[in-house]
């Protein structure tokens, strides 16, 4: 009797463990479609038609800027495609254009609403608007990739520098450590908001600004977690053999420490975008963050602070930021449990 033995690779091992988790599965498809959908934002949401036929010419002014006179207007400025009278040209015979699915972007005022700003969910805006008469769902939309954008760049930058610091930490250990160990106690003490404070009323506040004063403090927590897999692992009969062998320490880390230490790492992702994302609604909550008219999760939350009266702000913000953090949340917890080794695929 024959036995065939299907050997699988680690990598499959761990996507089948992280399937098994049908929650966190299911989290990541949803968040991998959410924000494939906001990086098309411009196609989805958008003030201009994506395609015109006018007087038998195809123009296209998602991505080229036509002025009012092109269409039979009077004045040389760029033409209001939500104006009565460019769509009574387009509605003529011969002509016709195609529109968005929603017919706002970020930054466009409504001044055809038929009910005074902030206007309540109507067929033309359908989240509302704000006080300012801006679509409430090109805002959230728009906020949904600038807020996932922002984590990632946190988080990989965070990663790095996390990475780095607790390679050197838990590889070379002894004073190396010791004093690596002393600077983070005194950096982590360091007053982060009131830094941020600061550098705002000195600076215009932006999203390069921004990524740099976080990342100076988001990379400890990651560098704590290498740093004590390092420690681990530098002393195991692989590492030692290597170093008799002739390798430099830099091969050494890089071949054979390094890609054993990085179950924290992987594990760190979701988790660390969350906080990124919180970082960055909490600090435009407060006016400390990306500079107007930038579309914000934490600025439409101000907005429904200031107008108890809108629901409509609110609540759509805090469903579209809750939503974000339980599948980030749900895909961290499955990430974890598919890289625990004692769990079988």
Known sequence: MTTTTTSISPGRRIWL??????????????????????????????????????????????????????????????????DPFIQEQFARDGNWAIYPINRYSYNTLNYFAKSPNPAPPSGDNWLGTDDRGRDVFARLL????????????????????????????????????????????????????????????????????????????GWMGLSDYVRADFLRNRNLEYVQAARAIGLSNRQIIWRHVLPNSLTPVVTFLPFRMSAAILALTSLDFLGLGVPPPTPSLGELLAQGKNNLDAWWIAMSTFVVLTMMLLLLTNIGDALRNALDVRRKA
Not at 30 to 49: M, Q
Not at 64 to 81: C, H, L, R, W
């Open 142 to 217: 728009y906020g949904f990739r600038v807020s996932v954008l922002f984590g990632l760049a946190l988080t990989i930058t965070g990663i790095i520098l996390g990475v780095l610091t607790g390679a050197i930490q838990g590889y070379f250990a002894g004073r190396t450590d010791l004093l690596f160990q002393r600077f983070m106690e005194i950096w982590g003490s360091m007053p982060e908001l009131y830094l941020l404070i600061i550098f705002a009323s000195i600076f215009e506040p932006g999203f390069g600004l921004l990524l740099i004063l976080l990342s100076l403090f």
């Open 17 to 82: 463990r992280f399937k098994q988790n049908r929650r966190g599965y299911w989290s990541l498809v949803i968040f991998c479609v959410l924000f494939g959908v906001s990086l098309l934002a411009e196609i989805v949401s958008n003030d201009k038609p994506l395609a015109v036929r006018y007087n038998g010419q195809i123009m296209f002014p998602i991505v080229q800027t036509y002025s009012e006179k092109v269409f039979g207007g009077d004045f040389d400025t760029p033409a209001d495609y939500l």
